[in-house]
Nanobody
Framework: QVQLVESGGGLVQAGGSLRLSCAAS????????MGWFRQAPGKEREFVAA?????????YADSVKGRFTISRDNPRNTVVYLQMNSLKPEDTAVYYC?????????????????????WGQGTQVTVSS
């Protein structure tokens, strides 16, 4: 079992920044990727970014590339961050972190919510115009 707790969400004006954190505990040694996803009301959950537990590979959705940065702490690798800059109203959503033990590294595989085994409870991000 892996437990994930997100924090750092809130209300921010367009153009502002937020940093989300995801703290992992439990059997994290079996985890390979940690991903961030988001879900806006009435929409499907969508991929935002992912990082391997070693930090060697990073993936971003096109919609956030150049604005968001995913990283993890050193050396324990138990906290993963999502730095979000130049926020837009369309970034408003509940943001979730998730982990998977699957090592498939194609973008399609990494971005697929169904491959992730454990999910956090989510943190709300609201960007006002």
């Amino acid at each position: 079992q892996v437990q994930l707790v997100e924090s750092g969400g809130g209300l921010v004006q367009a153009g502002g920044s937020l940093r989300l954190s995801c703290a992992a505990s439990g059997r994290t040694s079996s985890s390979y990727f940690m991903g961030w996803f988001r879900q806006a009301p009435g929409k499907e959950r969508e991929f935002v970014a992912a990082i391997t537990w070693s930090g060697s590979r990073i993936y971003y959705a096109d919609s956030v590339k150049g604005r968001f940065t995913i990283s993890r702490d050193n050396p324990r690798n138990t906290v993963v961050y999502l730095q979000m800059n130049s926020l837009k109203p369309e970034d408003t959503a509940v943001y979730y972190c998730a982990v998977t033990s699957s090592s498939g590294s194609s973008y399609y595989a990494v971005a697929r919510p169904s491959r992730y085994d454990y999910w956090g409870q989510g943190t709300q991000v609201t960007v006002s115009s």
